[in-house]
């Protein structure tokens, strides 16, 4: 059983900064989604288990780090420069089944409960 617990979201200016982050144990490629109400839901970082290969969308590139320490177990979600159009729920996952990091939910097994990220003007 793997379970994901994230934690970090809230309300933030627009030009600030969150940083998320995921407990999430085992030998698992992780991303990072969100999904904003009337909108599908959309990676926004990905990570193999090393840190090796990363993958960001051009939405978020520049802006957005995703790491991982995995002595503590932990995936982070930095996001500097933070838009109004950021605000959404946001989902930490992790792949079962591959350490490579996909770029659609449905190649991920395992997500945590969501933290609501509110970027206001």
């Known amino acids: 059983q793997v379970q994901l617990v994230e934690s970090g979201g809230g309300l933030v200016q627009a030009g600030g900064s969150l940083r998320l982050s995921c407990a999430a144990s085992?030998?698992?490629?992780m991303g990072w989604f969100r999904q904003a109400p009337g909108k599908e839901r959309d990676i926004v970082a990905a990570?193999?288990?090393?840190?090796?290969?990363?993958y960001y969308p051009n939405s978020v590139k520049g802006r957005f780090t995703i790491s991982r320490d995995n002595a503590k177990n932990t995936v982070y979600l930095q996001m500097n420069s933070l838009k109004p159009e950021d605000t959404a729920v946001y989902y930490c996952?992790?792949?079962?089944?591959?350490?490579?990091?996909?770029?659609?939910?449905?190649?991920?097994?395992?997500w945590g409960q969501g933290t609501q990220v509110t970027v206001s003007s």
């Open positions: 996952a992790a792949r079962a089944t591959a350490i490579s990091p996909g770029r659609s939910p449905s190649e991920y097994d395992y």
């Open positions: 085992g030998r698992y490629a």
């Open positions: 990570s193999s288990w090393s840190g090796t290969i990363t």
